[in-house]
């Protein structure tokens, strides 16, 4: 169809520069990040664009044990993994009855739900400070995982409803004729069913998760519960001159991301396509 | 008249495990959303002690907010939001318009372009932030390459001027999510149906008439989308300030945002010492509440209003 609205072959050259440039744009200073994590300072200073002399792992050794970015890794690792099964486990069990129960109040509690997608709950800061504290949550990665859960929630039970309402109701009025229970018909039957849902919010959940570094400054001081965004934002003043250390910091953290993104870069875009899930 | 009983009695049980089920997901949301959220509103109408409420003051709190010496702060950190919206509005949402019709135009590449568009957009603004703060920093790589190519000279200082370092934001985080505009309205145009293009190809329509006259107003519904999202992520601005430019919003305030504001209000780092006033802090975070959810909510009619349907 695009042949047709644009026949010339050469007309099309600006276009593709275009396109190009931007290209270049996103991927020079992740090239830049990348070689610069083998070299020295003074080599970042000499060699600027070039490959590094030697592909020494140096820098991310130093950044995993001195700068105990290893540490970091781990809390991060338990926090997202905790707030995405959690968010998911709570999330499909509400939207199941939600979706194919008849209720008579469905509609109001999907409501406050939702109203929850848009809420900026970063200014509700200060009184969640004073509860976590008060729950003895402060200092605590359980308490980040509850609270990341609880902001994630509301999309997530969006996704999971809309997914569970089109499957046809035969479905679990075959299962509950044959005596399964109504958690059996949730996660045996309908849950399989709805495995790109599954995948979009675990997706989703996970990068916001692993990304977010307002929470952590405000709920961690102890540095044995810091994550991996809070570490760094860290590393950046502490280290300012070791820029090394700094470059192989940041590729280390974005490590995670970066190998799912390649994995899952189309169901990724898909799901940001359908409906905008980030933000 | 024994069916009748047993569908009551499935809907009495329906009820009852919809309860069960529905508990857990409002437990959670209840106590660690809407909860503090509401908390928080309240608390905006009361005089602050430290971290403990006095007697209610109405709305004294908000009447302090707009003077000195919280004013200044106020309206600074208010026109920096509002200018990087529009900022955002342009480079991201305009430019990601541009890139994502030469996508549509292209049968070829299409998936790798926008992998490669949306990939700075799942990293950390930490890590953006401070990718970016080396890179432009004085002897970074970019002085060096506008140095060799003769557009600038001496050391670049762009991060530490306050004549530019909000621009610099801005444009950071342009980069950071060029990715979503060029998703969303690929997938808008491609909803479009091909004939309309077509039509609108034998009637003489060149490309960039195409995309104004043709494409733009069925894009409304993605167009609204992304404004709308824009102005929520805007106003929430804070990562990529607080990692760039530090809590203050450096250089003297010239990045300083509402959150960025907010925070210092709450959690103390108004000055040196480190002086909280949990007052003003609920009463601009109140404020905030009501300028997003009034904006979002004329945003989505404004954009609900221009929708045409085909």
């Keep these: 169809m695009s042949a047709v609205i644009f026949p010339q072959r050469l007309a099309r050259l600006p276009g593709w520069i275009i396109l190009a440039v931007w290209t270049a744009a996103v991927l020079l200073p992740l090239y830049i990040l990348v070689v610069s994590c083998f070299k020295t300072t003074a080599e970042i200073y000499d060699n600027r664009l070039g490959l590094p002399q030697s592909f020494a792992f140096d820098n991310f050794v130093r950044a995993w044990t001195r700068a105990d970015l290893g540490h970091n890794f781990i809390n991060s690792l338990i926090v997202t993994g905790g707030a995405v099964i959690l968010t998911i486990v709570v999330s499909a069990m509400a939207a199941y009855p939600l979706s194919r129960y008849r209720l008579g109040w469905n509609g109001i509690m999907l409501g406050l739900f939702l109203s929850g997608i848009m809420l900026p709950i970063r200014l509700a800061s200060v009184e969640l400070f004073t509860l976590m504290r008060n729950l003895g949550l402060l200092d605590s990665l359980t308490g980040l995982i509850l609270v990341y859960s609880a902001i994630r929630i509301p999309f997530a039970v969006f996704i999971f409803a809309n997914f569970m309402r089109v499957l046809p109701s035969e479905l679990d009025e075959a299962a509950r004729m044959d005596g399964a229970g109504e958690a059996r018909i949730l996660f045996q039957i309908v849950l399989p069913m709805v495995k790109p849902a599954v995948s979009i919010v675990a997706i989703f959940t996970a990068i916001a998760v692993w990304n977010d570094f307002f929470f952590p400054l405000i709920f961690i001081f102890d540095d044995r519960y810091k994550t991996v965004p809070l570490a760094i934002s860290v590393f950046v003043g502490q280290f300012r001159t070791d820029w090394g250390l700094v470059f192989a910091s940041l590729a280390i953290s974005m490590a995670p991301i970066l190998i799912m993104y390649c994995l899952l870069a189309r169901q990724i875009r898909e799901g940001v396509g359908a409906g905008g899930g980030m933000k | 008249m024994t069916k009748l009983r047993r569908m009551t009695s499935l809907q009495r049980t329906q009820q009852r495990m919809a309860v069960l089920f529905i508990l857990p997901a409002l437990a959670v949301y209840g106590l660690f959303v809407l909860y503090p959220l509401l908390m928080s509103l309240w608390g905006s109408f009361f005089a602050w ?262």
């Design chain 2, 49 to 310: 002690k430290g971290m403990r409420t006095q007697e209610f003051a109405g709305l004294a709190n908000f009447s302090r907010l707009f003077v000195f010496p919280s004013g200044a702060r106020l309206y600074g950190a208010l026109w920096h939001n509002v200018a990087w919206f529009f900022g955002i509005m342009l480079l991201q949402n305009g430019l990601g318009l541009l890139f994502a019709w030469l996508l549509f135009l292209r049968n070829r590449g299409s998936a790798f372009f926008q992998s490669v568009f949306f990939f700075p957009a799942v990293l950390s603004p930490v890590i953006v932030g401070a990718l970016w703060r080396l890179l432009l920093a004085p002897g970074g790589i970019v002085e060096w390459a506008l140095n060799g190519l003769g557009l600038h000279q001496g050391s670049l200082t762009v991060l530490g001027n306050s004549h530019t370092a909000l621009g610099m934001l801005i444009a950071v985080d342009a980069w950071n999510w060029m990715g979503l505009p060029v998703l969303i309205y690929t997938a808008g145009l491609r909803q479009i149906s091909p004939q309309v293009f077509e039509a609108a190809k034998l009637d003489g329509a060149g490309n960039a008439r195409m995309l104004y006259s043709v494409a733009l107003p069925l894009l409304m519904p993605a167009l609204g989308t992304l404004t709308t999202l824009s102005f929520i992520n805007t106003f929430n601005q804070f990562d990529i300030v607080y990692v760039m430019q530090g809590v203050q919003g450096n250089p003297s305030y010239s990045t300083d945002t509402l959150v960025t504001y907010f925070y210092r209000l709450a959690f103390g780092a108004e000055g040196a010492v480190g002086i909280t006033d949990i007052g003003l802090a609920l009463a601009l975070g109140t404020m905030l509440f009501l300028v997003l959810s009034i904006g979002t909510l004329l945003m989505l009619r404004f954009f609900d209003k221009r929708t045409v349907e085909l």
